[in-house]
């Protein structure tokens, strides 16, 4: 028994080192070559970073393309959904006041086009995307609070759509944050 | 064909085609022949030196078990005080505060086991330290603990007779250098490339384009979703786990997580069976998992891409499917088919909320991780598989009259008393322990605990109930995915998970060893025309039977109360 409780002592100090130090830091100096140095690639708007490209950001001017509802508040401090099951009275009202907040800012919006993704709140709270479907909703109310051409806006969102992998695998979305940085650039 | 599906059968298929040799390279590797990654060998001389380890030296099952739990013990011992003490220790960039003794208690067993059960949050909780030093480092040594005592009971039926199962040690470091660390290697560049953070940099700020002054908490991550993938532990190092932008930024990375979880639970069926040398017994017991994971996949697929009928109701558009609590760019179809993998499989990882999941979505859950073989965790999952397998053995044995065989050993009262001492204590566990939670919800609401009882709850109702009854399950089956909403993080969900996720994880390490040990040693008897073959179909479907009437009888009650009872409810 003795000899289990040094071997596994020595073990446990050896291996520390091996998956702990040289594993962790291997890792994080192969990191630095890639994109945003293994920190999290940044995005930069003359010269000042307004955001992390994976990040997703709280948007609720007219003027800008909307994510989804985000349970905290885009804060990327923490991330979390809101574990709110499917029947649960309170989350069915929050849904139905999100459907009304869409519908008032977006005239001429009918309630059956308004994808789920745009009314339901994501899995972390820092989801930068949202689907086809819920970027074409907004372009009227975009285009109309910056005065551009509807064709215009359209072909921005065209451009910010992420297709399937390989043109095969996964869903398509629109990353809200790029096309609103593309829209501000224009 | 939408995207999305094939995105699914692309995964599962690459996900066989690398399992299945890697199971043939295990086989090699715990048998000691020749194999590619031999150059490895100076290092693991080093190791074993430097530990003072002689790997010829040979063990029986119980010294197997002895050198398994000490190490064991000893991380949780060396766990629990780095967990208390991390605000005072260095690597703290963020100035995260120590954690409470019952949540220190929780968070330590959780990852001895390969659990992974999380009553904190990753941004705020931990310390880079922590994280690395004892949460990444027990992800490594939990999934090689499992890997190691499975290759004990290889060596059992290697050979007719034997009591000597090999050196453990030699199997537990050769399970993190030949198969863990390198895959950690790969699938840690993988995610580095694609925008997972991996440097030491503490929390950034900066303005967002409409002003907002945001934190955002970045680490060392890749390193860990690496191997807390690779070894099913699941615990993930953002709060969100997998359905983070950082744990998980693409499609692409999505895909290879869910590979990561799959291969090794696959790979150890098929070195099974390359190892004893009955590669058909292997493809039964493989062909019996793959179905049984399909039975739960399909429909939980379908509840989730036909969405919520409560929104359906309201008027909007649900083409893409449920959406709350998942990510768009993973999109519910790989949700859903992550959510039955990382049940069965007992990984725990999620990268959609299943707190939000369809009430029928919820019931193929729980009942994955009830049932807990099929593939289940790394190496552990034979082990509960093969219990099941005892169990059809004595049965099929009493049905046709004969005294139960399993690979020529004689299978008898003591080794069917352990199987059944091993199969009633999942069910007493969940159960049990959901019962006394509901007691104490209902009845002592007002206990002045950290989160008091009578706010428990994120939900009302059944779906309240299933709250509970999924944080039991998970703890029991070692999976440790949440419905997140429970409130967890006081001293009643932190004591009562802890104690159910250690006899959960080592009752069931220390039963399917002992009977292996058992069978072992005893005379043995060549096949002959009276035996009962263990690898024909109509076994794998007994089997297969055994499972299913088991997990029903024991859970079909609570099932009803919880998922079942709400999806009637939305019915109407």
Known sequence: ?186 | MNTELIGIIATFLLTLLIAIPLGKYLAKVFAGEKVWTDFLKPLERGIFKLSGINIKEQMDWKQQLKALLTINILWLFYGFFVLIFQDKLPFNPDANPGMSPDLAFNTIISFVANCNLQHYSGESGVSYLTQQFVLMFLQFVSAATGIAAAVVLFKAFRDKTATQLGNFWEYFVKSITRLLLPLSVVVALILTFNGTPASYEGKDQFISMQGDTVHVSRGPAAQMIAIKHLGTNGGGYFGANSSHPFENPSYLTNMVEMMAQTIIPLAMVIAFGYFIRRKKLAWMIFGVMTIGMFMLMIPTLSSELDGNSALAKMGISQTTGAMEGKEMRIGPAATAYWSTLTTVISTGSVNGMHDSTMPLTGLWQLLSMMINAFYGGCGVGLLNYFIYLIIAVFISGLMVGRTPEFLGHKVEAREIKIAAIITLLSPFLILAGTAVASYIFTNHGDAAWAVQPKNWLNNPNFHGFSEMLYEMTSSNANNGSGFEGLGDNNIFWNLSTGIVIFLGRFLPIIGPVAIAGLLAKKKFIPESAGTLKTDTLTFSLMTFAVIIVLNALSYFPALALGPLAEYFTMLK
């Open chain 1, 1 to 186: 028994m003795k000899k289990y409780i040094i071997q596994s002592i020595r073990l446990t100090l050896v291996l520390i080192v091996l998956l702990c130090i040289i594993y962790p830091i291997s890792i994080a100096l192969a990191g630095k070559l890639s994109k945003g140095n293994g920190g999290g690639e940044k995005i930069t708007k003359n010269g000042k970073t307004v955001g992390y490209a994976l990040l997703g950001q709280s948007f609720n001017k007219p003027e800008y393309f909307w994510g989804r509802p985000s349970v905290v508040s885009y804060n990327a401090a923490g991330s979390a959904g809101s574990n709110k099951g499917p029947s649960n009275p309170d989350y069915l009202k929050e849904v139905s006041s999100r459907i009304d907040t869409l519908l008032k800012y977006n005239p001429g919006l009918k309630k059956s086009e308004i994808p789920a993704d745009m009314v339901t709140a994501s899995g972390s709270g820092l989801d930068p995307n949202i689907s086809e479907q819920g970027a074409a909703i907004q372009i009227a109310r975009v285009a109309k609070a910056r005065k551009l051409d509807e064709k215009k806006v359209k072909e921005l969102v065209a451009i910010n759509t992420l297709k399937p992998l390989m043109g095969l695998f996964g869903p398509s979305s629109v990353n809200v944050l790029k096309l609103n940085l593309a829209l501000d650039n224009l």
